[in-house]
């Protein structure tokens, strides 16, 4: 086929690529910014033109067929190629420009990004951002995202990492709380509190640590119960300010409610141990090359985020 008449089919191919990665229709139309039935049309079209099926459809999943698979695997790195040399290309005009896709936690994006970012967009009007604000850990290369936000102990090796601060878990109850059930002195007696945390797995398995007397680190671990759990930090924050239990919550949540008063720290002698990460990074999925946008736009939070969150 020559390539004047392959030219029309590669916006098709690309979207079979990105099909193949989502695994969902859904996700590819909005990655894409298509419509689902605009994904399912152009794939069929595809279809027509080899004159073979590429995508093995059921009323659960989507997968490529053999020959939808190596169509796609050949063409991904020409493509990745191809968005990389137009990135470089970009990059030589006078100032950064495009369209930056960022994720972040709910909590950190409304308290702590977003009031950031008409600065940001002020001082670099060519470019775009869209934020998108979730608690779920998105996979970056797949839904598309240029950049996100995540506190955790490492970043992986397969992603470019930028430290931007360092964060804490704290224990925290409202004075009310306490006043009506008094203060925990030691971890344990936290099993006798009403406690939240956060909605994963081993979530109510406490453990803290502090320095002992004698300079050896001193290790305590508590199973806690209470009668909510939640995925957002913003709502444990809230039933806790609200008086009805003690929480864990990572710093950048707590701090506004701790210097309002309407929080207060819990055994301030003790850390809490394996909660929220201990440090928080911008990443972005590996390439060779970074594109001006992201550079300049962690810059942005590097500055922004320099002082850490207090608490």
């Not at 191809?82 to 005009?93: C, F, K, N, Y």
């Not at 707590?254 to 990443?283: K, M, N, Q």
């Amino acid at each position: 086929m020559s390539i004047d008449h392959l030219a029309p089919l590669l916006a098709d191919i690309h979207l079979l690529t990105v099909l193949g990665e989502t695994r969902s229709f859904t996700q590819a139309a909005r990655r894409l910014k298509l419509s689902k039935a605009s994904v399912s049309a152009r794939i069929a079209e595809l279809e027509r033109a080899v004159g073979l099926p590429l995508v093995r459809r059921t009323t659960r999943s989507v997968a490529l067929t053999d020959a939808g698979r190596r169509l796609a695997e050949d063409s991904a790195p020409a493509f990745a190629r191809v968005g990389a040399t137009l990135a470089e290309v970009i990059d030589l005009a006078g100032e950064p420009r495009g369209l930056l896709r960022v994720t972040a936690p709910v909590a950190l994006g409304r308290q702590h990004l977003a009031p950031t970012l008409a600065d940001f967009c002020r001082a670099h009007p060519a470019i775009q951002v869209e934020l998108d604000l979730s608690d779920r850990l998105s996979n970056l290369a797949q839904e598309g995202f240029d950049l996100a936000l995540r506190h955790t102990h490492a970043p992986p090796d397969t992603h470019v990492a930028w430290e931007l601060c360092e964060t804490r878990t704290l224990l925290v109850a409202s004075p009310a709380y306490l006043a009506a059930r008094g203060e925990p002195e030691a971890p344990g007696d936290l099993a006798g509190h009403a406690c939240i945390g956060y909605l994963r797995e081993g979530a109510m398995t406490w453990a803290f640590e502090r320095v002992g007397a004698d300079g050896r680190i001193e290790r305590r671990g508590v199973t806690v119960a209470g009668p909510i759990r939640a995925n957002n930090s913003e709502v444990l924050r809230a039933v806790v300010a609200d008086g009805l239990a003690i929480g864990l919550l990572p710093d950048f949540s707590a701090a506004s409610e701790l210097a309002a008063g309407r929080l207060v720290r819990v055994l301030a002698d003790w850390t809490p141990v394996g909660g929220f990460g201990p440090r928080l990074y911008a990443l972005r999925p590996w390439s060779p090359q970074v594109p001006r946008a992201v550079r300049v736009f962690v810059e942005h939070l590097k500055a922004h985020f320099a002082g850490g969150f207090g608490g």
